[in-house]
């Protein structure tokens, strides 16, 4: 079973490539998930870079659309972002040097910051977005 699902409700913004990019980071989070079960520690490594990578690339973009649109929360939601973003590098550099491990309770943490995030942060951007014709 699947540790998050994608939804149009409640995590579509109505921005094609951002719900995409949302979709894939719910599958490499699910995938990433499954492997810590499994206890793969090098797998682990792969998939936590892999979608570290994934979602700062994506939160450059979501950030790059704020920018074109003179997005009016852009700084709140930069802030936020970066927060996320370093939590999660300071995370994989403990892994890495063999001082922490990727557990179930780290995928916890990142669904439920998806779970808040997209509804309430990233789902305002979308009519803006829209009006100004990145759909």
């Known amino acids: 079973m699947p540790l998050?699902?994608?939804t149009k409700e409640p995590f579509g913004t109505n921005v094609s490539q951002h719900d995409e990019e949302h979709k894939t980071i719910f599958r490499m989070l699910n995938d990433l998930d499954e492997t810590v079960a499994g206890?793969?520690?090098?797998?682990?490594?792969?998939?936590?870079?892999a979608l570290i990578a994934f979602v700062a690339e994506h939160f450059a973009n979501e950030q790059r659309n704020m920018e074109k649109t003179e997005y009016a929360d852009y700084e709140a939601h930069r802030a936020?972002?970066?927060?996320?973003?370093?939590?999660?590098?300071?995370?994989?550099e403990k892994f890495h040097a063999g001082e922490a491990e990727v557990t179930t309770e780290t995928t916890n943490f990142i669904a439920s910051w998806l779970t808040d995030h997209i509804p309430n942060i990233d789902r305002p951007y979308g009519p803006v977005f829209n009006a100004a014709g990145i759909s």
């Open 80 to 92: 936020a972002h970066d927060d996320l973003v370093k939590t999660c590098v300071a995370l994989q």
């Open 4 to 6: 998050i699902t994608w």
């Open 39 to 49: 206890g793969d520690r090098e797998s682990v490594g792969r998939q936590l870079d």
